[in-house]
């Protein structure tokens, strides 16, 4: 079993930025992906940002050159950097991690963003 934290979540005007945090434990051995994804209200759960284990990343258009995904091995901790933040981007965000070689998805509980305009 693998377990996912997110931190980092606030509430911050439009042009600001923050850094979300998702740190891991338990059963973490070979991380094909971790995602962050959001969930903007009233809309479905979107993805966001990835990193694949080869140090790929891919982000959607709407956040593409505002944010940057990275991940700390040591700390076993994954982290999305958002900058020039949008009224857009409020949502709740959550971190996803896809592990080992019969692929499961271990899913943070979720940290609450909220830009004002």
């Known amino acids: 079993q693998v377990q996912l934290v997110e931190s980092g979540g606030d509430l911050v005007q439009a042009g600001g930025s923050l850094k979300l945090s998702c740190a891991a434990s338990g059963s973490i051995f070979s991380i094909n992906t971790i995602d962050w994804y959001r969930q903007a209200p009233g809309k479905q759960r979107e993805l966001v940002a990835r990193l694949t284990s080869g140090g790929s990343t891919m982000y959607s258009d709407s956040v593409q050159g505002r944010f940057t995904i990275s991940r700390d091995n040591a700390k076993h901790t994954m982290y999305l950097q958002m900058n020039s933040l949008k009224p857009e981007d409020t949502g709740v965000y959550y971190c996803?991690?896809?592990?080992?070689?019969?692929?499961?998805?271990?899913w943070g509980q979720g940290t609450r963003v909220t830009v004002s305009s």
């Open positions: 996803k991690l896809n592990v080992g070689a019969w692929p499961k998805d271990y």
